[in-house]
């Protein structure tokens, strides 16, 4: 049973560029969240989805960034003109149900922009 | 959010035990106690949760104070693979409660020594 994937593993992008970040949640699993790890700090909340809908976006930026999770494909987080500050670790986690006990991470994304 | 206070760092030796501590003394009746460790270079994993009652699996105990307001993580016996940060979280699970959302601290980073 695949784990959750995120890809790319590594991103490079120019500040003003766009970086797109996939997330592929377990079989069988249909609520996605995505979290960032700024470095040397902790993991803070971004987005919670379920199947076509945004559930809980209080930890997004308001501007340049944005999620979807369609009903086919994986669920892509969206950073519009990327600046330094966005560098960061971005991961991806998925539940059968928004009251799991469990969330299952994947490896993240690692966003440099330069 | 009831917070939780963890020390930042431990040692330990290869085969002996440990006890990762977690203060959380404004947690409330509905806060369930979790642990998620992050090894180097990869996303949080799940360790355990407990309510009440000390729990037990294959990865870990937890050992929760008679007033919930500490728990402990004991690994029995420390392999070097147990080398990560180890991230105390508590998540309310009452009806109104954003109970999907994990709000990771800094955690406490484990050494294991050979």
């Known amino acids: 049973n695949a784990g959750v994937m995120q890809n790319p593993r590594h991103l490079v992008r120019r500040r003003g560029q766009e970086a797109r970040l996939r997330c592929s949640p377990m079989k069988g699993h249909s609520h996605v969240y995505w979290y960032r790890q700024l470095p040397e700090e902790g993991l803070k909340f971004m987005v919670y989805l379920q199947k076509e809908n945004i559930i809980d976006e209080s930890g997004m930026p308001k501007e340049r960034f944005s999620a979807e999770f369609p009903k086919e494909g994986p669920s892509i987080l969206r950073i519009q003109q990327v600046v330094r500050g966005d560098s960061a670790a971005y991961f991806c986690?998925?539940?059968?149900?928004?009251?799991?006990?469990?969330?299952?991470f994947g490896p993240g994304t690692r966003l440099t922009v330069t | 959010d009831a917070k939780t206070t963890q020390p930042n760092s431990m040692e330990s030796n290869e085969e002996e035990p440990v006890h990762l501590p977690c203060n959380h003394s404004?947690?409330?009746?509905?806060?369930?106690i979790h642990w998620y460790r992050q090894l180097p270079s990869q996303g949080p994993e799940y360790v355990i949760h407990?309510?009440?009652s000390n729990v037990n699996n294959r990865m870990a105990s937890l050992a929760i104070a008679e007033d919930r307001k500490s728990s402990t993580l004991i690994l029995h016996r420390a392999t070097l693979r147990d080398a990560a940060v180890y991230y105390c979280?508590?998540?309310?699970?009452?009806?109104?409660?954003?109970?999907?959302?994990?709000?990771f601290g800094k955690g406490t980073l484990l050494t294991v020594n050979p």
């Open positions: 986690a998925s539940s059968p149900s928004g009251s799991s006990y469990e969330q299952y």
């Open positions: 407990g309510l009440t």
């Open positions: 979280i508590l998540r309310d699970v009452s009806v109104s409660g954003s109970n999907y959302k994990l709000t």
């Open positions: 404004t947690i409330s009746g509905t806060d369930y």
